[in-house]
């Protein structure tokens, strides 16, 4: 049965994912915002920087990126009398994060189904380049 113009408009952009934000898809962001939806009350950089496996001016770059588009907030303190930095989700962070998650989901779910189907035979007429 032919599909309908309808069914092949709803069907444009299916494999687009317009949900994974670039600012947040990007491994070292990524892995910031997974390490800080882990941890409620937020980390010192020192421990972030070790969960991350980031160096220092990494960190504080992405950080900074991270804070200018809401999505961390980040405290200055002091412990005994050394300088510490905390980085905690945002509430926009949190949202956002989850959002992202949702269509992380979704493209995995999409992948997945892929690998249950036999491998698609090549038509006739066509070979390889």
Known sequence: MAQSNDSKVRERGRYAYQGLDRLIHEKA???ILSSLASHADGLVFSDLK???ALT???????ITQLQEAGLVEVWKGYKGNR???L???SKEG???FLEYLGVLENVLSDASAVTQRPAARVPSGFSPI
């Not at 220092?56 to 992405?62: A, E, F, H, V």
Request: net charge positive; proline share 5%; hydrophobic share 25%.
């Open 50 to 52: 070790a969960l991350c």
């Open 56 to 62: 220092d001016g990494n960190l504080s770059r992405q």
């Open 94 to 96: 949190r949202k956002r």
């Open 87 to 89: 980085v905690r989700l």
């Open 29 to 31: 962001r990524l892995s």
């Open 83 to 85: 300088p510490q930095t």
